[in-house]
């Protein structure tokens, strides 16, 4: 089975800083969702990126997809205290399953 | 926009336990996943509803059952609560495969 993985556990910046977390899978995929997920609440998708393209942009958050390596990033400019978060990487390949990391705790100091 | 509503927020039973949460989404979505999220761990899909009146199996699907009653809720019974099961359960939605999907808020399961 598939398994995708943040690679670090957990990351601390300061407010203002830019941060990047990293994913990486390990079979064949259709696209690779990333998600955050706040204390007490849901996971909430940020940005989706298919197989063909290499890079996605939201707003202050960056995606880029490497295929050939298996890996993802996610960076986030300019941070603020509230993206204090869990965020996990999903995979897909074409089916209704999504396959979580185990995700990286985001912590933003003011 | 939609909404993803589960219910109860918190759950408390006992060892051996038959338990039942429930989830309504009001977004109109063909399929709904039942998540259970271990603390400091990712989530595991439990089990999965293409449409209304369809089940699947997900990666964890031993010791509950699920029920799409309707289009709009799916419900997931821990058949036998046990003690390593305080976790908390997810329902999502999303519109088809390789799509969105939509959170609910959770619920947290502690067995005693």
């Known amino acids: 089975s598939q398994l995708a993985e943040e690679n670090l556990w957990a990351l601390s910046v300061h407010e203002g800083e830019s941060v990047t977390v990293n994913c990486s899978y390990k079979?064949?995929?259709?696209?690779l969702q990333w998600y955050r997920q706040k204390s007490g609440e849901g996971p909430a998708q940020l940005i989706l990126?298919?197989?063909?393209?290499r890079e996605k942009r939201n707003g202050r958050l960056r995606a880029t997809l490497d295929t050939s390596s298996q890996s993802s990033s996610l960076s986030i400019t300019a941070t603020r205290c509230e993206d204090t978060a869990v965020y996990f990487c999903?995979?897909?390949?074409?089916?209704?399953?999504?396959?979580f990391g185990t995700g990286t705790s985001l912590l933003v100091d003011p | 926009g939609g909404i993803i509503t589960q219910t109860p927020k918190f759950l408390i039973g006992q060892e051996g336990q038959k338990l039942t949460l429930k989830c309504q989404q009001n977004?109109?979505?063909?399929?709904m996943y039942w998540y259970r999220q271990d603390s400091g761990k990712g989530l595991r899909l439990i089990y999965y509803?293409?449409?209304?009146?369809?089940?699947q199996k997900g990666d964890l699907s031993e010791g509950y059952d699920a029920s799409r009653e309707k289009k709009s809720s799916f419900s997931l019974t821990v058949t036998s609560a046990q003690k390593n099961e305080m976790a908390v359960f997810l329902c999502?939605?999303?519109?088809?495969?390789?799509?969105?999907?939509?959170f609910g808020p959770g619920t947290r399961l502690t067995v005693l």
């Open positions: 990126i298919r197989s063909n393209e």
């Open positions: 509803s293409i449409t209304e009146n369809d089940l």
């Open positions: 079979t064949s995929i259709t696209a």
């Open positions: 977004f109109n979505h063909d399929t």
């Open positions: 999502a939605s999303s519109m088809g495969d390789t799509a969105e999907q939509f």
């Open positions: 999903a995979t897909d390949n074409m089916g209704y399953k999504l396959t």
